[in-house]
């Protein structure tokens, strides 16, 4: 995957090797508060500041900034912003086209645990999007999980996360989550499961058109990429991570669809570049 060049997205709260203050939200303001805190309390502020905004990882240490060579994580949280920039530059022109406006997600990056407006969440529940603050949420940890757990290789695949994640933003935007959260909320069980599993399926076909249209732009798509995107579609459905994790499926309990439906729909979105092809609500078979 070329991504080099790519304007990096702005769009990044880092808040990685910050504990989390309960109560208080993270980044841009909630940093400063904490740093305030932290004076009252006798600790150097500029500690917090930099850990927060540059440094990450590294707070506390006493390494001389200049010897430090980028580590791995540098490296991701990088390709992150490349990503999330590319992704906002495709659905800024497809909703312009539209006549609408996209109002670009915000990226936060954290370690361990996170609170968000959708409430207090641990790495363990993996990437996700909380429509009430428009924020993705990522532990850079995940991607490691991604690669060992899963064996979905580096890449293409790390980037088609973050563009799943988007398209749940997307579905946001377009008024396409809350319809869809009402009609779960009249629904049983099993018909709210189903909903989900169309919601994923859509989120999937997003990413797909995502990659259909950054490609069109900068030729960001090398041999081997789609193959790539589409293994990290099949790695994490339900019924790879159930058998992953508990070691049988059950597909009542499927919210993200199957590995076979997840490639399908991502494919659909690669093949057409069209948002109406992704209308996994009408479609009669996943
Ligand atoms: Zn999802």
């Known amino acids: 995957m070329r991504i080099e060049d790519q304007e990096r997205s702005s769009n990044i709260e880092d808040r ?7 109560g208080i939200a993270g980044g841009g303001i909630g940093i400063v508060v904490i740093a305030l805190i932290a004076m009252f309390l006798g600790v150097d502020p500029g500690v917090i500041l930099q850990s927060g905004i540059t440094e990450g990882p590294a707070a506390g240490s006493q390494q001389p900034v200049e010897s430090r060579a980028p580590s791995r994580e540098d490296k991701q949280a990088d390709f992150v912003a490349a990503v999330l920039g590319s992704t906002e530059e495709v659905w800024t022109d497809i909703f312009a086209r539209g ?8 990226l936060v990056l954290f370690t361990g645990q996170v609170q968000s407006a959708c409430g207090y969440a641990q790495a363990a529940v993996g990437p996700f999007y909380c429509p009430a603050d428009q924020k993705l949420y990522i532990d850079l940890a995940f991607y490691r999980d991604l690669q060992d757990r899963f064996k979905a290789p580096e890449d293409f695949a790390q ?3 973050i563009a799943h994640e988007v398209g749940h933003h997307v579905q946001n935007l377009l008024g396409i989550a809350e319809r869809v959260h ?9 018909q709210a499961n189903a909903l989900s599993v169309r919601m994923e399926l859509q989120a999937d076909c997003f990413a797909g058109i995502w990659a259909a249209q950054a ?3 900068r030729r960001i798509l090398e041999p081997g990429d789609v193959e790539e995107g589409l293994g990290a579609a099949a790695a994490v459905g339900d019924d790879r991570i159930q058998m992953a994790t508990r070691g049988y499926v059950s597909p009542d309990s499927f919210t993200h669809g199957s590995a076979q439906q997840r490639v399908r729909w991502f494919r659909r979105g690669l093949d057409t570049g069209d948002l109406k092809a992704c209308d996994a609500f009408a479609a009669a078979q996943l």
């Open 16 to 22: 990685r090797g910050m504990s989390v203050g309960r």
């Open 215 to 217: 490609n069109q732009k």
């Open 159 to 161: 980037a088609y996360v």
């Open 99 to 106: 006549g609408r406006t996209y109002r670009k997600p915000t």
């Open 182 to 190: 009402g009609m779960q909320q009249r629904a049983g069980k099993q």
